[in-house]
């Protein structure tokens, strides 16, 4: 990756893998080749991916109740959706930079989702953007430790792990092969669509896990059989970033 990331083109790897599905592909571009304030092509960009994970949440937001609703209260797709509805209003007018646009966001967020999830996945947008520049020097090694320091404010701030049944069973695998993908040479989109497979295995894995936080920890046992809501709205959301980089 280069200091002009944002307005290279780049092939992104078929990333259908065992979920069976259609991922982006071909050559694409992350920005349009136009001049703009400091940081407006990664500010744009950054911009299009809270629009389209919004767009795809809004969509799931029945199913992701329903999963739910099967270990805990049924609030989650409502509040996801709340949140990502927040998140892209609070940028709407934005011009500017990438970070200063994501910790926007995720204020907003998490300010409107309401619940635990909401609070976490704010706050995890909020150190995704405090981490990366608010200029165009945007490569793959910037967005991974980005992307690790939301990681690790999940985390920390929900005092759970990989293997707990919740949204960190996607990210973190994703966040280790989006970084590998990085130091491999790989630049921003074709990193990210190589490492949704790596989510999607994540995801998937929580429904042989018994849940260790939240409501749904009183289940014991009887929590196996279902893929957590959490992990499953994060693949959603990866997934849909993937789409709005390899569109640009």
Known sequence: ????????????????GETGDASPGGAKALG???DGPPGGLAGIAARACLGEAARVIEAAEAELGRLD??????????GMARGFRAAVAAVREDTGGAGASLVRAGTAFGDAAGGASGALVGACLVAIGTALPDDDAIDAAAVAGALRSGLETLGRRGQAAAGDKTMLDTLDPFVTAFAASAGSGAGITAAWGASLPAA??????????ISRRGRSARLGERGRGHVDAGATSMYYVLRAVGDALAER
């Open 32 to 34: 349009p080749d136009v």
């Open 69 to 78: 609703a099967a270990v805990g209260d049924g609030d989650h797709g409502a």
């Open 1 to 16: 990756g280069t200091a002009r990331e944002w307005d290279r083109t780049e092939t992104v790897a078929d990333t259908a």
């Open 200 to 209: 999607g295995a994540g995801m998937r894995s929580t429904a042989d896990m």
